[in-house]
């Protein structure tokens, strides 16, 4: 079964470090993306990076970017420079048939000044 | 472009009352999708459609119905109100290919009593 796993229920760090926040998924189709969304206190979901599973690189999108190690089946979604703004809860979610996702329970993330 | 809206914002429903939640996108995508997120969880998906007229049931469809009658328009019916239910409720619309992000709308909120 088509499975997303955040193992990191909270993290925590200062104002301008970098932060790894983990995912690690489980599927048998060789065809598969991973997304990776932000969802701060106001509720809404923020789309941040993608990664399709025959990518040779790894996708970046400014301050995000995701470390893609497809034989360990884990996409953790790294942060450089933290902001205060981005304290929020972030989701990693894999793409399934006709676009469906399946999400991970999710990662708090709190950063200090 | 509105992107994805939903309304209402709230709403509080007593046990066995029935409701609708609206949701609409003008961005003229064939696929849409119905989520909902109980507290401290990731997003389940309910009912997705990819198409007018077309649609199927995700991992928690019971309790709920959805039609698609046009290609902007995918409400989501709760018939029978139970406490199960309350819960934050999300649609989302994406094109058809690989690498398409989900647009999400800001949610419903509903909590049953």
């Known amino acids: 079964a088509q499975k997303i796993t955040q193992t990191q229920p909270g993290m925590f760090v200062q104002e301008k470090e970098a932060v790894t926040l983990d995912c690690t998924y489980d599927t048998s189709d060789p065809s598969y993306g991973l997304f990776w969304y932000k969802q701060p206190s106001s509720g809404e979901m923020i789309f941040l990076i993608y990664q399709g599973s025959y990518d040779q690189q790894n996708a970046t999108e400014g301050r995000y970017s995701l470390n893609f190690q497809k034989a360990r089946k884990s996409a953790n979604l790294v942060i450089s420079a933290s902001q205060l703004g981005d304290s929020a809860m972030y989701f990693c979610?894999?793409?399934?048939?006709?676009?469906?996702?399946?999400f991970g329970t999710g990662t708090r993330l709190l950063v200090s000044p | 472009n509105a992107g994805v809206t939903q309304t209402p914002k709230f709403r509080i429903l007593k046990i066995g009352q029935s409701m609708t939640l609206q949701c609409t996108q003008d961005m003229n995508h064939n696929y849409m999708y119905w989520y909902r997120q109980d507290p401290g969880m990731g997003l389940k998906l309910i009912y997705y459609s990819v198409g007018a007229g077309i649609t199927d049931k995700g991992e928690v469809p019971n309790g709920y119905n959805v039609s698609r009658s046009t290609t902007e328009d995918f409400p989501l019916r709760l018939e029978l109100a139970a406490p199960s239910q309350t819960s934050v409720y999300f649609c989302?619309?994406?094109?058809?290919?690989?690498?398409?992000?989900?647009?999400f709308g800001p949610g419903t909120r509903l909590l049953v009593l």
């Open positions: 979610a894999m793409r399934l048939d006709f676009q469906k996702l399946v």
């Open positions: 989302a619309s994406s094109r058809e290919g690989g690498g398409e992000t989900q647009y």
